[in-house]
């Protein structure tokens, strides 16, 4: 592999990573409204900042680890960033917040399994 394909190699291993996470509670690919809103104000802002933080040349990307490939103001990886990360904290958040409920559960059944 090489370092050009890095960045979307990290990219898409957070995204395996994570994947499984689904299975927990309601999950987060299968309600995509609900994704879609969360998201939306997210991905929205931290585009903007880093397209007028890369207009105005306040950082930049070395091209030896990133794919060549450009949306509009930045390199395809960056725009995914934005994305990704923000949908695999999503999925990590579900996760535990649903192990949390059936854990709480479990503990109450087994305190009035007790008495």
Same mark, same amino acid.
């Given at each position: 592999?090489?370092? +050009?394909?890095?960045?979307? =190699?990290? !990219? &898409? @291993?957070?995204?395996?990573?994570?994947?499984?996470?689904?299975?927990?509670?309601?999950?987060?690919?299968?309600?995509?409204?609900? !994704? !879609?809103?969360?998201?939306?104000? =997210?991905?929205?802002?931290?585009?903007?900042?880093? *397209? %007028? *933080?890369?207009?105005?040349?306040?950082?930049?990307? /070395?091209?030896? #680890?990133?794919? &060549?490939? /450009?949306?509009?103001?930045?390199?395809?990886?960056?725009?995914?960033?934005? %994305?990704? %990360?923000?949908?695999?904290?999503?999925?990590? #958040? /579900?996760?535990?917040? $649903?192990?949390? @409920?059936?854990?709480?559960?479990?503990?109450? /059944?087994?305190? +009035? $399994?007790?008495?």
């Amino acid at each position: 592999m090489g370092d +050009k394909w890095q960045y979307l =190699v990290l !990219l &898409g @291993g957070c995204l395996l990573i994570t994947l499984p996470l689904e299975l927990f509670g309601a999950g987060v690919y299968r309600q995509p409204r609900r !994704l !879609l809103r969360a998201m939306a104000p =997210v991905v929205g802002v931290f585009l903007v900042w880093d *397209a %007028i *933080a890369i207009v105005l040349h306040v950082w930049h990307y /070395n091209p030896d #680890y990133i794919s &060549g490939i /450009n949306v509009p103001f930045m390199p395809l990886e960056e725009m995914l960033f934005f %994305i990704v %990360i923000p949908l695999c904290a999503l999925l990590t #958040y /579900n996760a535990v917040t $649903s192990s949390m @409920g059936w854990l709480g559960r479990l503990r109450r /059944n087994r305190e +009035k $399994s007790r008495e």
